[in-house]
């Protein structure tokens, strides 16, 4: 989007039209912080227009590249879960997540951290991390997470995977630590999926999630079989050493996430 734009919405459709016979994606990028105003689109009545106006375009193309929508990692949850909403029935095969960070995380020591701008790198990690695990929440996995900010190594790589994202951005941690830095974490994750179990990638995206919701069945199982063991009186159930029938299928079944996990 061009800063003085007097059609905004129509900058982002002439430039899908423009790149569209190229890309493989196209990032819709509504987060940087360089440009005013521009984090305003990603709700309310600006995201709508945006939206169709880019369904309407992307609708007319001989070739449709799938749309992902570039987000800022200061989005509240309440405006996540707008966006979510907004975006089923538009042409957005995902989100990227995230952009740069306008705010200063504590303990940053560089004598630049008073400077405006976008912050990139580890800083901006636990957030962006925190950004993906929510959208993948609000999605039930349904859209596709690119996980960006701060990763730079097979572990931030593989956590931001079992957050919920199914590919992932390298930016700062290129500029630091070179091209090297990419095998690097494949092969960190080919370790770190085998050790938990995994035969790909795909299998673990998302198995935080996967892995909380079998720990909350198990909860339940326990605390229902303490109501029950309390009723009768009988007091035989013991939290972690489960004595009933009830509680013994939920360990079951967490145990068999937990290989996948
Ligand atoms: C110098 C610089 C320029 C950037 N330019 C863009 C840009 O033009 N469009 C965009 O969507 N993101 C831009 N970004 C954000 C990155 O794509 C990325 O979202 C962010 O830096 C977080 O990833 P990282 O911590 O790996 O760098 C830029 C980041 C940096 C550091």
Redesign the pocket.
């Known amino acids: 989007m061009n800063k003085e734009s007097a059609d905004p919405a129509r900058d982002y459709t002439a430039g899908l039209a423009r790149v569209a016979p190229f890309a493989d994606y196209v ?1 819709v ?1 509504v ?2 912080p ?1 440009t005013p105003g521009l984090r305003a689109w990603q709700a309310g009545d600006a995201l709508h227009r945006l939206l169709a106006a880019l369904t309407d375009t992307h609708a007319r193309l001989d070739r449709a590249p799938p749309i992902m929508l ?1 987000l800022a990692p200061e989005i509240d949850d309440e405006s996540l879960e707008a966006l979510s909403e907004a975006i089923e029935g538009a042409p957005i095969a995902g989100l ?1 997540l ?3 960070t306008t705010t200063r995380p504590p303990g940053l020591v560089s004598r630049q951290r008073g400077e405006e701008g ?1 912050l ?3 800083p ?2 636990p957030r ?1 991390l925190e950004v993906v695990r929510r959208a993948y929440a609000l999605s039930g996995g349904r859209l596709s997470l690119v996980g ?5 190594s097979a572990e931030a790589a593989y956590a931001r995977i079992r957050a919920g994202a199914s590919l992932i ?7 630091y630590r070179g091209p090297r830095l990419v095998g690097e974490i494949t092969q960190g994750l080919a370790r770190l999926l085998a050790a938990d179990g995994f035969a790909s990638i795909s299998d673990a995206v998302g198995a935080d999630h996967r892995a909380s919701a079998a720990r909350g069945h198990e909860a339940t199982a326990i605390s229902s079989a303490m109501a029950r063991a309390a009723a009768s009186g009988s007091g035989a159930c013991v939290i972690g050493r489960p004595t009933t029938s009830a509680v013994a299928p939920a360990r079951a079944a967490s145990a068999g996430v937990a290989t996948r996990a």
Do not use: E, F, R
């Not at 960006?148 to 730079?152: F, K, L, S, T, Y």
């Not at 951005?169 to 500029?175: D, K």
């Open positions: 990032a990028n987060s940087s360089n570039k990227i995230t952009n740069t976008g990139s790198g580890p901006l990690a962006a960006v900010g701060g990763i730079d951005q390298l930016y700062t941690a290129l500029v």
